[in-house]
T-cell receptor, first 115, second 115 residues
């Protein structure tokens, strides 16, 4: 068990550019979550997948954001036309629907800085 | 909608002293309640959770929390803190049922330990 892995750990980009983050969950976990954490705040739910199906999206996820989990394993979160307000830590978490309820295993996050 | 309030932004405690971190929640039914800890450069880690049953729950690292329905609270306690407990602590609430890992987090309490 290598834990949840996120890449890149830190991304600096200019406003208007596109960025993509990748999350590799714990291999046997079928649920995958994306959260966003801004400075001084707790994580906020963005979206989640059960296997390859995206089951829910938060209203925080504007149409510039898209998440995929094409084969039910890793996931990508893409932000198009980045804005300074997108600067945050993007957290990925995974869990198993058959295991301990409610326990999310978080990655270390991908920090986005938009200049 | 569910919400979580952590009234203390920053708490400083002497090593060896007792600790209590406050958490109040708002949810229409019996909630699922969690405490997570976030150390610098690390992902969030689950300390403990409450689903039902005994209202005093034990977690890892010597932490415990008590669910008090009448006060809508789920305060975290530790009888004697260690320097390694310095971190950010987040209380979270989840809805019952499918997708209960879609958590709503509080804004966190930063814990500083002084010698």
């Amino acid at each position: 068990d290598t834990g949840v892995s996120q890449n890149p750990r830190h991304k600096i980009t200019k406003r208007g550019q596109n960025v993509t983050f990748r999350c590799d969950p714990i291999s046997e976990h079928n649920r995958l979550y994306w959260y966003r954490q801004t400075l001084g705040q707790g994580p906020e739910f963005l979206t989640y997948f059960q296997n390859e199906a995206q089951l829910e999206k938060s209203r925080l996820l504007s149409d510039r954001f898209s998440a995929e989990r094409p084969k039910g394993s890793f996931s990508t979160l893409e932000i198009q036309r980045t804005e300074q307000g997108d600067s945050a830590m993007y957290l990925c978490a995974s869990s198993s629907s058959g295991a301990t309820k409610g326990e999310l295993f978080f990655g270390e996050g991908s920090r986005l800085t938009v200049l | 909608a569910q919400s979580v309030t952590q009234p203390d932004i920053h708490i400083t405690v002497s090593e060896g002293a007792s600790l209590e971190l406050r958490c109040n929640y708002s949810y229409g039914a019996t909630p699922y309640l969690f405490w997570y800890v976030q150390s610098p450069g690390q992902g969030l880690q689950l300390l403990l959770k409450y689903f039902s049953g005994d209202t005093l729950v034990q977690g890892i690292k010597g932490f415990e929390a008590e669910f008090k329905r009448s006060q809508s609270s789920f305060n975290l306690r530790k009888p004697s803190v260690h320097w390694s407990d310095a971190a950010e602590y987040f209380c979270a609430v989840g809805a019952q049922g499918f997708g209960n890992e879609k958590l709503t987090f509080g804004t966190g309490t930063r814990l500083t330990i002084i010698p």
